[in-house]
């Protein structure tokens, strides 16, 4: 029997004509699938008894399910997710309270009641073929990438694992298992039921697209979800260090790169780069004056980044671990002061859920 979850909305309306029902049946088809996460057809009271009858005759709603949850100390959840064919991604859903300001005080989600903010962290990918040197999803095998029911399924499952933060504002970023880029349709079809006003109604502001860079996929991002955020782990200043951790980037360089970021609509340059702080390697202050150079280079053209370092997180599994070591905190903090003083919004980030393995750059899907 065919699965529904996962079905775009034109494909919900072309449904309901084959089935010889007016189009608005597919719209609300389409709500109960993913506003309301509905997957048992008898309950969708607005459809007479005979059509739902007729539903759970021809058509089964499926999506992935929650194998095993690890909760972190410091308020990350992470999900071990198995798909129908029995392989595992991760996702990992991060609480964070909002004081009455409305600043995040970046403390765990709050207990009933309290306004706090969910952001999930969705995997595009089982496993992921690009081995950048210091990321565990790439140690392990590639087997394929997720669909579109799988990668919004996701989302589902993370609002019901933190159902407090689920009230609040909601963020995605795809910055789970794979390369989002390598799987631009799925993950083009997944935004379009993660934003659509009926579906899971996220604001496209609130979801970031993360990639090492794909120039032509970058296109086909932006021209499809123009308002989605991009990310792209940069890692590295010039181009010779980069190709050292991450063997695509000798692939695309950083110019072809950014061209591909200037050639997006103006509507989407809410571009951040990502940059991981290896110990020794790309965190001395030469490494930062080199990544000043190609921030300026950005911004000439018009685009302002926000810059996001990231502590490394350590991996041991599958062995032999990565080949680096995290910096010093005196490092981070003099390599994020000349970025600030450079007069470009920058954040150090350390990442949560480290004690489950929850953090980037961690997530294998390896059951505990
Ligand atoms: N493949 C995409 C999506 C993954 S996002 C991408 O590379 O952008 C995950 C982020 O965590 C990326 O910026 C990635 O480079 C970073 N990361 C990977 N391994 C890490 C580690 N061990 N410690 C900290 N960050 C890591």
């Known amino acids: 029997m065919e699965n529904l979850?996962?079905?775009?909305?034109?494909?919900?309306?072309?449904?309901?004509?084959?089935?010889?029902?007016?189009?608005?049946?597919?719209?609300?088809?389409?709500?109960?699938?993913?506003?309301?996460?509905?997957?048992?057809?008898?309950?969708?009271?607005d459809f007479s008894a005979s059509l739902r009858a007729e539903l759970a005759s021809r058509f089964r709603i499926a999506h992935p399910r929650v194998a095993e949850?690890?909760?972190?100390?410091?308020?990350?959840?992470?999900?071990?997710?198995?798909?129908?064919?029995?392989?595992?991604?991760?996702?990992?859903?991060?609480?964070?309270?909002?004081?009455?300001?409305?600043?995040?005080?970046?403390?765990a989600q709050g207990a009933g009641g309290e306004a706090s903010d969910l952001t999930v962290c969705v995997s595009t990918?089982?496993?992921?073929?690009?081995?950048?040197?210091?990321?565990?999803?790439?140690?392990?095998?590639?087997?394929?990438?997720?669909?579109a029911g799988?990668?919004?399924?996701?989302?589902?499952?993370?609002?019901?694992?933190?159902?407090?933060?689920?009230?609040?504002?909601?963020n995605v970023v795809y910055m789970g298992m794979g390369e989002p880029l390598l799987n631009t349709d799925g993950v083009t079809a997944s935004l379009a039921l993660l934003a659509d006003a009926?579906?899971?109604?996220?604001?496209?502001?609130?979801?970031?697209?993360?990639?090492?860079?794909?120039?032509?996929?970058?296109?086909?991002?932006?021209?499809?979800?123009?308002?989605?955020?991009?990310?792209?782990?940069?890692?590295?200043?010039?181009?010779?260090?980069?190709?050292r951790f991450m063997p695509i980037g000798r692939r695309h360089r950083m110019p072809e790169i950014f061209e591909a970021l200037e050639n997006l609509p103006p509507s989407n340059r809410r571009i951040t780069?990502?940059?991981?702080?290896l110990g020794g390697e790309?965190?001395?202050?030469?490494?930062?004056?080199?990544?000043?150079?190609?921030?300026?280079r950005l911004a000439a053209s018009g685009i302002r980044p926000h810059v996001n370092l990231i502590a490394?997180?350590?991996?041991?599994?599958?062995?032999?671990?990565?080949?680096?070591?995290p910096g010093t905190e005196e490092d981070a903090e003099r390599f994020l002061g000349k970025v600030s003083a450079a007069g470009f919004v920058s954040t150090l980030r350390r990442s949560r859920g480290r004690d489950v393995l929850a953090a980037c750059g961690q997530l294998a899907a390896t059951p505990a």
């Open 198 to 243: 009926d579906g899971f109604g996220i604001p496209p502001r609130r979801i970031t697209v993360s990639t090492v860079g794909l120039p032509e996929e970058i296109g086909r991002l932006g021209a499809a979800a123009p308002q989605v955020g991009i990310a792209i782990s940069l890692h590295a200043g010039d181009d010779e260090t980069r190709g």
């Open 273 to 277: 780069i990502e940059y991981v702080l």
């Open 282 to 296: 790309n965190d001395r202050p030469r490494d930062a004056r080199e990544l000043l150079r190609q921030l300026r």
């Open 150 to 170: 799988e990668i919004a399924a996701q989302v589902l499952l993370a609002e019901r694992a933190a159902p407090e933060a689920a009230r609040g504002r909601r």
């Open 312 to 325: 490394f997180n350590p991996w041991e599994d599958p062995a032999p671990g990565p080949p680096h070591r």
């Open 69 to 107: 949850s690890s909760q972190s100390g410091d308020g990350a959840v992470k999900l071990l997710i198995e798909l129908e064919d029995g392989l595992l991604v991760e996702t990992v859903a991060i609480g964070s309270r909002r004081d009455a300001a409305g600043g995040k005080s970046g403390r």
């Open 5 to 45: 979850y996962g079905l775009s909305h034109a494909e919900l309306i072309q449904l309901a004509e084959d089935l010889g029902l007016p189009p608005y049946r597919g719209r609300q088809l389409f709500r109960h699938l993913y506003r309301h996460g509905q997957t048992d057809f008898s309950e969708m009271t």
């Open 125 to 147: 990918q089982v496993g992921c073929p690009l081995a950048c040197t210091f990321c565990r999803s790439g140690a392990i095998p590639f087997r394929r990438n997720l669909t």
